[in-house]
């Protein structure tokens, strides 16, 4: 089941991104940093939605509008509990998310992403999800570490 985070899941949520194995302990600060934020409801601009069962939080999506755009949205962060991979999850959240941008007007979906080896597989679903690869920026977060830009139209 996909819903809206609650209160209880940001712990979760927290832990999951640490234990995911490919963000750094910055990464996983600023996970927890826009949860605590999102917590402010919708005007925070940050909104989390979470695969669930019963009441464990298999993977989680957080995306909001891009400022200064009419209908544009940001995908900022996408995780899959390691035990849960493989399983549909991550494309579930991505058409939930889908779904929910367009429900708020939205037109148009943009994902950054790392260009390591650690992130084939998120790569990978975006395209399998029919993003498309818009860019390439060489060395953004680090040397030898280039961002990858993808898009999608979703209304």
Do not use: N
């Not at 991104?17 to 940050?46: M, N």
């Amino acid at each position: 089941m996909i819903e809206p985070a609650r209160e209880a899941d940001g712990a979760q949520i927290v832990a999951m991104t640490a234990r995911a194995g490919v963000f750094t302990q910055e990464e996983v600060d600023c996970v927890r940093e826009l949860w605590e934020e999102s917590r402010r409801g919708e005007e925070s601009g940050y909104l989390f939605l979470v695969a669930r069962e019963d009441e464990a939080v298999l993977g989680y999506a957080c995306f909001g509008p891009r400022s200064l755009t009419q209908g544009t949205f940001d995908l900022y962060w996408i995780a899959v509990d390691p035990e849960a991979q493989g399983k549909g999850i991550g494309s579930a959240l991505m058409a939930r998310t889908e779904e929910e941008v367009r429900r708020r007007g939205g037109r148009l979906v943009i994902v950054e992403t790392s260009g390591t080896p650690a992130y084939t597989p998120a790569r990978r679903l975006y395209t399998s999800c029919g993003y498309k690869a818009e860019a390439v920026i060489r060395d953004f977060y680090t040397p030898g570490d280039d961002l990858h830009l993808f898009s999608k139209h979703v209304a």
